[in-house]
Nanobody, 123 residues
């Protein structure tokens, strides 16, 4: 399973950025999807997760109200819309897929991972 993440870049604080993650060639709607991030010298942390149909979404407290996760099952793509970005959002962002029905906030729940995309927010 090859997840393909894209959309990272260098932006200024308070700007917006949208990350995308595609899962071509697979039954995308069978997977719950998550976004995680890892800053230098820090552990990988949960950012957001979305259910198979998109009817449920979960967010880390640090991004709640600023980030929105969504999915398009026809395009086999999950998105992370990031608004009001802060320097502390700087990290490598990873998308991940799981066939499991719970534990979506924990990285060990996920079966497949993308390669990561760098997001850098300057102050």
């Amino acid at each position: 399973v090859q997840l393909q993440a894209s959309g990272g870049g260098l932006v200024q604080a308070w700007w917006s950025l949208t990350l995308s993650c595609a899962l071509p060639g697979h039954t995308f709607s069978s997977y719950a999807m998550g976004w995680f991030r890892q800053a230098p010298e820090k552990e990988r942390e949960f950012v957001a997760a979305i259910s198979w149909s998109g009817d449920r979404a979960y967010y880390a407290d640090s991004v709640k109200g600023r980030f929105t996760i969504s999915r398009d099952n026809d395009r086999k793509t999950v998105y992370l819309q990031m608004n009001s970005l802060k320097p502390e959002d700087t990290a490598v962002y990873y998308c991940a897929a799981t066939g499991g029905g719970s534990g979506w906030l924990r990285p060990e729940t996920y079966d497949y991972w993308g390669q990561g995309t760098q997001v850098t927010v300057s102050s």
